[in-house]
């Protein structure tokens, strides 16, 4: 019996030493991505770890006390990092407290005309944008909507926080006691995108490479340019082909 508790303290202790390193910056930082409170960053890791040391640019919707900036700029030290909010504060405190390679902006991220304005005068696309805004429903999509053209060729677009697509007060069509995702929401938008993902399979039983010019031609943006999503507890990730 002393035996198989010993092997099971053994056991958590080497899990503990298996955490990710972006969460581990994301703990030392206070970034609520962390496996403390959302747990995003083990999954970011996934797909972030192999651009880590590379010159990327890099976008985040959603500023605040620069928690997560902190974070992105350790774990990514070559990286341009760009960074929007709405509250001049944060932005003002951003420029203010983040490193040469952060600019920080103030955008309104529902604001179509302010989105394609900042990306106009920054000039460069993104390996990888991270919507950490404010999650109501027209925030979310109007800026994929927008922003989603800007990413590079195989390169990731990811919304965080879709809970708040099952609650009211968000823009959703129920509660915490009674979550419900009805039309209009970003979940429900994001369904639709799977059928535009599926939709050269359904018409030809081929892929994008191998499907017939009539059918290439008739292709939507989001049909021809998304790839794949992939969904985990609050969080998706749209990768540009």
């Given at each position: 019996?002393?035996?198989?508790?010993?092997?099971?303290?053994?056991?958590?202790?080497?899990?503990?030493?298996?955490?990710?390193?972006?969460?581990?910056?994301?703990?030392?930082?206070?970034?609520?991505?962390?496996?403390?409170?959302?747990?995003?960053?083990?999954?970011?890791?996934?797909?972030?770890?192999?651009?880590?040391?590379?010159?990327?640019?890099?976008?985040?919707?959603?500023?605040?006390?620069?928690?997560?900036?902190?974070?992105?700029?350790?774990?990514?030290?070559?990286?341009?990092?760009?960074?929007?909010?709405?509250?001049?504060?944060?932005?003002?405190?951003?420029?203010?407290?983040?490193?040469?390679?952060?600019?920080?902006?103030?955008?309104?991220?529902?604001?179509?005309?302010?989105?394609?304005?900042?990306?106009?005068?920054?000039?460069?696309?993104?390996?990888?944008?991270?919507?950490?805004?404010?999650?109501?429903?027209?925030?979310?999509?109007?800026?994929?909507?927008?922003?989603?053209?800007?990413?590079?060729?195989?390169?990731?677009?990811?919304?965080?926080?879709?809970?708040?697509?099952?609650?009211?007060?968000?823009?959703?069509?129920?509660?915490?006691?009674?979550?419900?995702?009805?039309?209009?929401?970003?979940?429900?938008?994001?369904?639709?995108?799977?059928?535009?993902?599926?939709?050269?399979?359904?018409?030809?039983?081929?892929?994008?490479?191998t499907c017939p010019d009539?059918?290439?031609?008739?292709?939507?943006?989001?049909?021809?340019?998304?790839?794949?999503?992939?969904?985990?507890?609050?969080?998706?990730?749209?990768?540009?082909?």
């Open positions: 019996m002393k035996k198989l508790f010993l092997l099971f303290l053994l056991f958590g202790f080497c899990r503990t030493l298996s955490t990710s390193e972006l969460d581990k910056l994301a703990i030392k930082h206070g970034t609520n991505k962390s496996s403390k409170k959302h747990d995003y960053c083990v999954i970011y890791e996934k797909y972030f770890s192999k651009a880590r040391h590379e010159e990327i640019n890099f976008l985040e919707i959603g500023l605040a006390e620069c928690n997560s900036a902190f974070m992105w700029e350790e774990y990514f030290p070559n990286a341009k990092l760009y960074f929007i909010d709405s509250i001049p504060r944060f932005v003002e405190a951003g420029n203010r407290k983040l490193s040469d390679r952060s600019l920080c902006f103030l955008v309104d991220q529902a604001n179509k005309n302010a989105l394609m304005d900042f990306v106009e005068e920054v000039g460069v696309k993104f390996d990888f944008i991270i919507d950490d805004g404010g999650h109501m429903m027209n925030q979310q999509i109007s800026s994929f909507e927008v922003l989603f053209s800007y990413v590079k060729s195989g390169g990731v677009y990811v919304i965080e926080d879709l809970h708040t697509s099952y609650w009211k007060y968000y823009g959703g069509s129920g509660s915490k006691q009674d979550p419900k995702a009805g039309y209009g929401t970003t979940i429900n938008f994001l369904k639709n995108l799977i059928d535009d993902v599926n939709i050269i399979g359904a018409k030809a039983s081929q892929s994008l490479r009539w059918l290439k031609r008739q292709l939507t943006f989001y049909q021809e340019n998304i790839e794949s999503i992939h969904f985990y507890n609050s969080v998706c990730f749209i990768f540009k082909r």
